[in-house]
Structure formats: structure tokens, C-alpha cells
């Protein structure tokens, strides 16, 4: 995983970086943070990624390209689990693994994120698989046999829309990239526990602030590996990223 080095050295000269840093870094504290700093974080978060349109469209040399990427392969195996009226077996056909015998919910879970990320070989790579992981283990939670994770599987596209699983992939996407530029940095000089209750605040905040988002993209009869995955899941990275675009 990146560090707070390898961005900088990416960001250099740009003074939204020292910004985005001292705000961090100011709010490390186990103290309530009040919501205004917090969306002074995620807002200056998009300004350096390179603001909403950039960034979201894949087109920023520090996230959002593979956020896309494992972004659509999400959508295409759980638009797959659906269009198959909530057939795991079928779903996994799909993407390769055939052999459910043997597989525990785990093993499956693991296959998903390998599928979706592939080797993570730049920072953006390492934040797309980290929230890949957190999200499917989320899905998995309390499964242990693939009928299990079937049966959740349905339980969750149920009382979910496939937008808004993506949507939640996207809050933890911004906050693995936030958390490879500052955690490390941040345990060794305020302390784990101040760090720990930072990032579980903006967490908070990310969540809080994409729960009123309006849903707005249909994700019926998506071909994930053609033009309209490609701009669905664009614009969903974009609708997110501009509910925390600072406009000053």
C-alpha cells in the first residue's frame, strides 16, 4: 500500500495538497469534529484529485480510474446474481468460478475481489481493492457456505438498488485513499487512537452525507462490459465526488 510520501511526490507544487494535509492533520483528535471540518476534508480531498468531473470520469492521475474498473465488475457480477433471479452458481459462471462444492462464503468473497481488482500495483489500485474487500465482506458479513452468501446476497439486492451498493463503494473508495495519504503518518505523530476516531468520523460523515444523495442513474439491463456500464458507473463516481466538491 501507497503512503503519504508517494502522494505528495505526485501532487507536488500544488498547494491544495498542504491544505488537505494541515486540515487532516488539525483534526486528529478524539475530540467530536465538528461537521464543517469534516467537509472541509472531503472537500478538499476532490479539489486534490482534481474535482469531481476530472476525477470521476477516470481522468486524474491519482483516483478514479480504478475506481471504475472495479466499479463496473461489482455491477457486472451483481447484475448478473440478479438477471438470474438470485442464482450465486449462475452469477459465478459468469465471471469464471464453477466449482461451489468445496467453496466456503470466504472463498468465494476472495475470488470476487481478485476478479474485481486484480493486482494492485499503483496507489489508486490499492484504494479500489481495499474498498472492493470492504464492501463484499460487508455483503459476506455472517456467511460461512455459499448458500449462505446467496441467501444474503438476495437480502440485500432486496432492500438495496444495485445504485446504491455502488454508491457505498464509492464512500469506501474515498476513505481508502484517505486513509493510504494520512493513517500511517498520522499514528506515528498524534497517536492510533486519535487517527481511529478521525477516520471514523469522516466515515461517519462520507456515509451520512451519500445517504441523502438522489439516486438518479437506472442500472436495468446494464451492459457492464459496453458504453453504458462504462458512463453509468462514471457518473455515479462523479455524483459522488460532487456531493463533497468544495466550490471555493
Given at each position: 500500500?501507497?503512503?503519504?510520501?508517494?502522494?505528495?511526490?505526485?501532487?507536488?507544487?500544488?498547494?491544495?495538497?498542504?491544505?488537505?494535509?494541515?486540515?487532516?492533520?488539525?483534526?486528529?483528535?478524539?475530540?467530536?469534529?465538528?461537521?464543517?471540518?469534516?467537509?472541509n476534508i472531503t472537500g478538499k480531498f476532490v479539489r486534490v484529485v482534481g474535482g469531481s468531473k476530472r476525477a470521476g470520469r477516470g481522468n486524474s492521475r491519482i483516483a478514479g480510474r480504478s475506481g471504475i474498473r472495479n466499479a463496473k465488475n461489482i455491477g457486472r457480477f451483481l447484475g448478473s446474481f440478479s438477471?438470474?433471479?438470485?442464482?450465486?452458481?449462475?452469477?459465478?459462471?459468469?465471471?469464471?468460478?464453477?466449482?461451489?462444492?468445496?467453496?466456503?462464503?470466504?472463498?468465494?468473497?476472495?475470488?470476487?475481489?481478485?476478479?474485481?481488482?486484480?493486482?494492485?500495483?499503483?496507489?489508486?489500485?490499492?484504494?479500489?481493492?481495499?474498498?472492493?474487500?470492504?464492501?463484499?465482506?460487508?455483503?459476506?458479513?455472517?456467511?460461512?457456505?455459499?448458500?449462505?452468501?446467496?441467501?444474503?446476497?438476495?437480502?440485500?439486492?432486496?432492500?438495496?438498488?444495485?445504485?446504491?451498493?455502488?454508491?457505498k463503494y464509492f464512500s469506501y473508495y474515498v476513505l481508502e485513499h484517505l486513509s493510504i495519504m494520512f493513517y500511517e503518518k498520522l499514528v506515528e505523530s498524534k497517536g492510533k487512537t486519535e487517527c481511529s476516531s478521525l477516520f471514523k468520523q469522516i466515515n461517519d460523515f462520507i456515509n451520512s452525507s451519500l445517504a441523502e444523495m438522489n439516486k438518479t442513474n437506472s442500472l436495468d439491463k446494464i451492459d457492464w462490459g459496453g458504453d453504458d456500464g462504462d458512463r453509468v458507473i462514471k457518473n455515479i463516481q462523479e455524483d459522488v465526488l460532487k456531493v463533497f466538491e468544495d466550490e471555493n
Open positions: 500500500m501507497g503512503t503519504s510520501k508517494s502522494y505528495s511526490a505526485s501532487v507536488k507544487g500544488q498547494p491544495q495538497w498542504g491544505e488537505l494535509s494541515s486540515e487532516v492533520t488539525r483534526n486528529c483528535t478524539t475530540a467530536k469534529i465538528p461537521t464543517d471540518n469534516l467537509r438477471s438470474n433471479g438470485g442464482n450465486l452458481s449462475e452469477a459465478l459462471k459468469s465471471i469464471g468460478l464453477t466449482d461451489l462444492k468445496s467453496k466456503s462464503a470466504e472463498d468465494i468473497i476472495n475470488h470476487l475481489i481478485e476478479y474485481c481488482s486484480g493486482p494492485a500495483s499503483t496507489i489508486d489500485d490499492s484504494a479500489a481493492k481495499e474498498a472492493t474487500r470492504r464492501l463484499l465482506e460487508e455483503l459476506a458479513a455472517g456467511t460461512e457456505t455459499a448458500e449462505d452468501l446467496e441467501t444474503s446476497l438476495k437480502s440485500t439486492l432486496d432492500s438495496e438498488s444495485l445504485e446504491e451498493v455502488i454508491i
